[in-house]
DNA sequence: GCCAACGTTGGC
DNA sequence: GCCAACGTTGGC
């Protein structure tokens, strides 16, 4: 089990739309950066993920899961191109924020923190159960 | 809205 | 294969 982290500006594609997808998921497609579709091929079902809203949210704000592992994006014909399928799990209690990650020293080395461009990063399981923690929800 | 950081592109 | 130019991202 690994866990990660997907970022979207919420005006774009945001947890909302992604509740409303239900169980049956989303594709995660448009990502053209190949650290980010790397990890997506990393990535296995049942794996874990924040969702967290980029720009104007700029805050956790619930779970995810993997639903289907990597496939052609059908957003593109370029076969370089790969996204998974996530579905909503819940919600974060308590949103955590950039802000609440960046105070905490035991995150500094979270992706978010050194390398905030990238839109599709690996979490470690000590990082998932410290920010779980910070939102009050269950890991 | 600004601008720094980063990734990608393309001419050489 | 290098590197300058360019476009995009995302925190502030």
Known sequence: MAFWLFKSEPDVWGWDDQVAKGDAGEEWDGVRNYQARNNMRAMKKGDLGFFYH????????????????????????????????????????????????????????????????????PVTETEWQIVCAMGDTKP
């Open 54 to 121: 980029s720009r104007t949210g700029l805050e956790i704000v619930g779970i995810v899961e993997v639903c289907a592992e990597a496939h052609p994006d059908s957003t593109t014909d370029d076969d370089r191109w790969d996204c998974v399928d996530i579905r909503a799990v819940r919600p974060f209690v308590k949103p955590v924020t950039m802000a609440d990650i960046k105070a905490n020293p035991e995150l500094a080395e979270m992706a978010l923190v050194k390398n905030s461009r990238l839109s599709v990063q």
